[in-house]
Every structure is written in C-alpha cells, then in structure tokens.
C-alpha cells in the first residue's frame, strides 16, 4: 500500500430483510419535517411507499412529499427540491429509490443553506461544502452506484450537456442506509443488469491504475468473481434472494471509499459515459457498457502485466504457451463474452447515439488522469467512435 490517507466511513447500514426495522430506530434521532423523495412511482407499485409512511407516521414525522426525481437528475429539478426543503424547514431528507433519488436528496442537502447557484458551486467549480447540511437516509430499492454508503452525486446540466459527479466528504455520506435485497426483486431486469454492469465498473476502474502490490486489488479481484457468479444467477432467476444479497452487498462495497485506499484511480468508463448520458438520458450503466470494450481494448498495451493478472484470477484464462499479451487479450475477450450473455448494451447507437453526435460527446468528457494511459480528445473521439 503506497498511498497516505484517512479511512472513515460514517454511514450505518441496515441489512437483509427485516432492513427496515431500522428506519424506526433511525428516525426519533431527527427533527419532526420530513422531505420525503422518491422518484416516478415505483415504490408505490410495489408497496414499499406504503410501508415508509406508515413508519413515519408511526414515528410523529411531519412529511413534504418530493416525488418525479428522474433517472439522471437534473438542475431543474434540483431546484424544486431545494424550493421544496427550506419551505418545510426539512430536519431530515429521506430518500427511496435507486441512486438518483440518493444522489439528488444529497444535492439538495448541501444547497438548503447556500444562496448561490448549486450546480455552479458544486458541479462546475467542484468547490468543498462550506454552509450547514442537512443529514440524508437512504432506503435502496435500486442496485448499482453505491451512492447508499459514499458521497456521491451526480446531477445532470441539460441546457449545457453536461452530467457531472461530485464526489462530497463524510458530512454528506447518507447518515444511514436501508438495504432490503427483496427490495429490488421488482426491478426490471434492464434495470436489474444495469446496475451490475455499473458495479462491475466501479470495481475497474479503481483495479486498473497503479503498479504496486495493493491489497484493494486483491478484495476487488474477490469482489468481481462475486459478482460474476451472482450475477449468472440473478439473470437465471431475479429472485433468487442469495444472489440478490450478494449483489446489492457488493454494490455498497465498490464504491464506499474501501478500495479507492491506498491507490490511484482511474474512472475515465465513468466519464466516457456520464458524456454519453449527458447527450441522450441513457441509462447509466448501459453507457458504461457500450463504451468499455473500446475503452479497455484502448489502454491494454499500456497495462499489460495488469491486464493478465485480471484474465487469470477474475476469468481462469489458462496460462500455458501462452504470451503475456495473448493472456490479456483473452481476459477481455472473456469479459465481452460474459457482457453479451448478460444481455449488456455493447454499442452507443443502441443508446441513441450517431455520428453526428461525437464532437460533441467527445467535448463533454472529462479527461481523468489516473489510469494506465491519459487520453487525448483525439482518442476519445477515436473510443466513441469504435463503440458506436
Ligand atoms: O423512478 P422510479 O419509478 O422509482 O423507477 C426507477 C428508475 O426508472 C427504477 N427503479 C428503481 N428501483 C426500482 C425501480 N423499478 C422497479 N422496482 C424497483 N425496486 O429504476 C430506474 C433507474 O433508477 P435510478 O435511480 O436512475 O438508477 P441507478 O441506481 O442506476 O442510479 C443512476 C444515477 O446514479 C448516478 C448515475 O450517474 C445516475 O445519475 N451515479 C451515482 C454514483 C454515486 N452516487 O456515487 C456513482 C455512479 O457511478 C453513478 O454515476
Ligand atoms: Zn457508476
């Protein structure tokens, strides 16, 4: 482990079925107001709605109801939000839903108290928080970004076509989280699959950067081989609760800071397809999807020792006769292979996107510095392009 650092994770976890039993003892610990968000009804559907409120209400709490928080939110409807929380005088965001509901209670949680315009604060200038927070709880009903246990928020500029993440400190992190694996039994499977690919990145693209004997990219070894059983399972049977667990388990823990320790990151999937989500509303981890092969077949030359480690231990490449390059190769080629039987979107036009749209695609991406090789906007272009 060559880095320096602090490791402190302050959000409290609620987990397994009776998950929600939690929210009791989690919500006498707040004021009485209540913004209560969620996103375009599928807790009402399938009854999680009615069990969130009828513990509010049991617990005294005063609720404001924020509904219509859409897949990839936006600036617009963040200013609701924000309209919404210091109306009711909020004590405590309640968020339900998958990672945009999470993502967005954050952001309103750290803009109730400034004046100024959030997305120029947070999203554009990537300034620190410095006004009062208001604390978040999260009840996750969606698998997939980790925003249930870090500080993440992610929040979507669409007059400027810009889709951006601040990674918030510890005061933002939810205070608690309510993690139900039955939960997301009725999520539909491009959904389901989705997020599994957005876990599988997560992983990645913190595994692929650095050259030094790092314990994180052992744990994310175990992690993927985690995944990859389980998720052959989950896509067999969606309710199979073990394979459920084990997914929303890994989910929290690739993305909560843990494997980060200690290494550089790489997280240019991440900005490849938050552009792509940015120019078409996609869903967020098929963006990821359609631009990895391309992407990781890019910068293997430039981390190939890392690129066999991956093939042997996360995919059993058999090793004999065999170059350290051919290895790499068919570690990805593995990867594709698992990717289609997944049923994973493996090309941008599926996504919407032509062409004509590359420049710019290519102009909204962020260029990351961490990972094996730094790209230029020419092999960006050139990444898309291959993906199209
Ligand atoms: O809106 P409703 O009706 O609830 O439907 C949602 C939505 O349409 C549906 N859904 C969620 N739970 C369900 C369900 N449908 C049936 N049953 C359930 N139990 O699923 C759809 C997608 O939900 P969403 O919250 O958008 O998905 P996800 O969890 O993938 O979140 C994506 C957002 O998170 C950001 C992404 O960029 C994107 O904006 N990310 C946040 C990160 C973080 N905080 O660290 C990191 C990630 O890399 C990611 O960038
Ligand atoms: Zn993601």
Not at 16 to 43: C, D, F
Not at 87 to 102: F, K, R
Not at 202 to 222: A, K, P, R, V, W
Not at 234 to 259: Q, V
């Amino acid at each position: 482990m060559l880095g320096e650092f602090v490791y402190h994770n302050p959000t409290k976890l609620y987990f397994g079925k009776k998950a929600l039993e939690g929210l009791k003892e989690e919500l006498p610990r707040y004021g009485k107001n209540v913004l209560l968000v969620y996103g375009g009804g599928s807790i009402k559907r399938n009854g999680i709605y009615d069990k969130v409120v009828a513990i509010l209400e049991s617990c005294g709490k005063t609720v404001t109801e924020d509904p219509g928080v859409m897949p990839n939110p936006t600036t617009e409807k963040l200013a609701e939000g924000i309209r919404l929380a210091r109306a009711a005088n909020v004590d405590l965001i309640l968020a339900v839903g998958g990672g945009s509901v999470c993502d967005y209670a954050k952001a309103v949680s750290v803009s109730v108290h400034y004046d100024g315009d959030p997305w120029q604060k947070y999203f554009a200038d990537f300034e620190d928080v410095d006004n009062a927070v208001v604390p978040v709880g999260c009840v996750l009903t969606m698998v997939g970004t980790g925003s249930e246990m870090n500080g993440g928020s992610v929040i979507t500029n669409r007059a400027e076509k810009r889709k951006i993440g601040h990674v918030f400190g510890a005061e933002v992190f939810p205070k608690f989280s309510i993690l139900n694996p039955e939960f997301t039994f009725t999520l539909p499977r491009y959904q389901m699959v989705s997020g599994i690919y957005d876990i599988m990145s997560h992983i990645l693209e913190q595994y692929f950067s650095g050259e030094d004997d790092n314990t994180s990219d052992y744990i994310m070894e175990g992690l993927l081989r985690s995944l990859i059983h389980s998720a052959e399972i989950a896509c067999k049977n969606p309710l199979d609760y073990e394979a459920r667990s084990n997914i929303m388990w890994i989910a929290t823990w690739a993305l909560n800071t843990l494997i980060a320790k200690g290494k550089t990151t790489d997280w240019e999937v991440h900005m490849l397809g938050q552009a792509v989500g940015a120019h078409t509303d996609a869903t967020h981890g098929m963006t990821l999807a359609a631009v990895s092969m391309a992407y990781y077949r890019h910068i293997l030359p430039y981390g190939i020792p890392k690129f066999k480690r991956y093939a042997v231990n996360v995919w059993g490449v058999d090793t004999v006769g065999k170059s350290e390059l051919r290895i790499a190769e068919e570690g990805l080629a593995a990867m594709e292979k698992w990717m289609r039987e997944t049923g994973l979107v493996l090309k941008l036009g599926e996504l919407g996107v032509t062409e004509a749209m590359l420049d710019g695609i290519t102009e909204s991406t962020l260029i990351m510095q961490g990972g094996y090789k730094v790209l230029t906007p020419v092999e960006i272009r050139a990444i898309l392009k291959e993906s199209l």
